[in-house]
């Protein structure tokens, strides 16, 4: 292989199974991915702390990607110097793209009363709410309480409803993402725009160490279900839809280099990448 590979991927329903959250059917291809030196980045609507706890868990190194885009971890000293745009925090060098949580819950609380009846805010919800809702553990769904950039909502009215309260929110300078489970209310960040900034981070690294290297040495695999997928599929190499058990593949404008995994969840994941790494198109 003389190219290198970036893996971006979505986790709930992607590389974690949509309903019991494990990875035990991508262990084998996680190893084989290592085993390259093929970094694995997660590229998620999950939060700060829930990404490290699976950073912690799966023995990742590489950066990652929280909340839709919003903000960029890279662990520091990664890349020989700190990327320009990033300031220091606890161990990275991070680089933000919207505005805190705080600004989009007065957004809700001055905006949203006509639909009061027709969403849950996450930080409405007790820890035992959520994950009676999500089925995560209680560990797991306060960690998932911890946002800094944007807020879900668990929609509970009508499509119609649901298609006016996102004009609402849009007029008022909110990006409305539906993830898997949820809705997201954030600033105008999605996890193409992180996914392409990063890239190029490792673009002009990978030149700066190796002065015969060219832009295009980099090939970006993305892997997601959900819609909040659609920008990082649409913005990689190689865009690998994972399927689903509770909705059929968003709909992608671009056609070439597109996998569809007829397995679900982690199986599907590495489905996929196992035939991706048997083509040529890395090569």
């Given amino acids: ?36 030196n093929i970094a694995i980045i997660p590229n998620s609507s999950k939060t700060l702390p ?4 699976i ?16 903000a960029i971890y ?3 000293n990664y890349f020989p110097t700190q990327p320009n745009g990033t300031h220091l925090e606890n161990g990275f060098w991070v680089k933000s793209f919207c505005p805190n949580k705080d600004h989009w819950l007065g957004l809700l609380k ?6 009061k009846e027709a969403f849950q805010s996450f930080s409405d919800m007790s820890v035992e709410q959520l994950a009676e809702l999500t089925g995560l553990s209680l560990e797991n769904a306060a960690l998932s309480k911890q946002r800094q950039y944007g807020e879900p909502l ?3 009215g009508n499509e119609e409803q649901q298609e006016q309260f996102t004009n609402i929110m849009v007029e008022l300078g909110a990006n409305v993402l539906q993830g898997g489970r949820f809705l997201h209310i954030s600033g105008h960040c999605d996890k193409g725009q992180a996914q392409a900034w990063l890239t190029e981070q490792y673009k002009q ?19 997601g279900d959900g819609k909040n997928d659609i920008a990082m599929l649409e913005q990689a190499t190689i865009a690998v839809q994972v399927r689903s058990p509770v909705h059929d593949f968003p709909e992608l404008t671009r056609k070439e280099h597109v996998f569809q995994s007829n397995l679900y969840g982690p199986a599907g994941w590495a489905e996929c990448l196992n035939e991706i790494l ?3 198109l890395i090569y």
């Fill in 1 to 36: 292989m003389n190219k290198k590979l970036l893996v971006f991927t979505d986790l709930d329903g992607t590389l974690l199974d949509h309903y019991t959250y494990q990875t035990d059917d991508a262990t084998e291809m996680i190893i084989r991915l290592k085993q390259n």
């Fill in 50 to 53: 829930e990404i490290q706890l």
């Fill in 55 to 70: 950073r912690q868990q799966l023995n990742l190194n590489s950066p990652f990607i929280i909340e839709n885009g919003a």
């Fill in 74 to 76: 890279i662990p520091v």
């Fill in 110 to 115: 001055d905006n949203a009363d006509a639909f």
């Fill in 154 to 156: 668990n929609w509970l």
């Fill in 205 to 223: 690294n990978q030149m700066s160490i190796d002065l015969s290297s060219q832009p295009n040495d980099i090939v970006t695999i993305a892997l």
């Fill in 278 to 280: 048997s083509s040529k």
